[in-house]
T-cell receptor
Framework: GQNIDQPTEMTATEGAIVQINCTYQ??????LFWYQQHAGEAPTFLSY????GLEEKGRFSSFLSRSKGYSYLLLKELQMKDSASYLC??????????FGTGTQLKVEL | GAVVSQHPSRVICKSGTSVKIECRSL??????MFWYRQFPKQSLMLMAT?????????EQGVEKDKFLINHASLTLSTLTVTSAHPEDSSFYIC???????????FGQGTRLTVV
């Protein structure tokens, strides 16, 4: 079976750094994705990890530990527009993506 | 970059009627497309995998006779919600992987409201 957990909600201050964690237990693993989704819109691709370690992409970084079934998304220099839902997703066989519960991030002044 | 177009973006229908949602890959061929459903404040739940030239594969708990999927060509998959009921009101979204590219491309989503 597939089980992917994330915190439901997080609040952070503009300009700060926030880390959103994701733990997973899946029957197959072929990469982990992070997506950003604003209300009523389609998810937007942020990052992809298939090997252990840190992937950095501008203000966003994502980390993966396959042995621990753990990933995090790090957002730096937070901006108000970063307020959104962040979805962790694991790709199994056949390119299927299984999504986590999503973390609603609220950025405050 | 690759683009997936989904239509319509919003639809309101009466209970008992059927609604068809289209998902097109605009600049690449997609032998596989995925259909998701998302209820308010929840994550995306995979409904089915649409396979070009063969039957769709449905996830457990999804009624295949209610959610008809047709993948008639390498660029088009359709989801028809038959005999819609208010509980079918949701955000439906498709995605398509492009070859070996890592990320899946999502359509814009369809907000279905059944009244």
């Amino acid at each position: 079976g597939q089980n992917i957990d994330q915190p439901t909600e997080m609040t952070a201050t503009e300009g700060a750094i926030v880390q959103i964690n994701c733990t997973y237990q899946t029957s197959g693993f072929n990469g982990l994705f992070w997506y950003q989704q604003h209300a009523g819109e389609a998810p937007t691709f942020l990052s992809y990890n298939v090997l252990d370690g840190l992937e950095e992409k501008g203000r966003f970084s994502s980390f993966l530990s396959r042995s621990k079934g753990y990933s995090y998304l790090l957002l730096k220099e937070l901006q108000m527009k970063d307020s959104a839902s962040y979805l962790c997703a694991v790709r199994g066989g056949g390119n299927k993506l299984t999504f986590g519960t999503g973390t609603q991030l609220k950025v405050e002044l | 970059g690759a683009v997936v177009s989904q239509h319509p973006s919003r639809v309101i229908c009466k209970s008992g009627t059927s609604v068809k949602i289209e998902c097109r890959s605009l600049d690449f061929q997609a032998t596989t497309m995925f259909w998701y459903r998302q209820f308010p404040k929840q994550s995306l739940m995979l409904m089915a995998t649409s396979n070009e030239g063969s039957k769709a594969t449905y996830e457990q708990g999804v009624e295949k006779d209610k959610f008809l999927i047709n993948h008639a060509s390498l660029t088009l998959s359709t989801l028809t919600v038959t005999s819609a009921h208010p509980e079918d009101s949701s955000f439906y979204i498709c995605s398509a992987p492009e070859g070996d590219r890592t990320e899946a491309f999502f359509g814009q989503g369809t907000r279905l409201t059944v009244v």
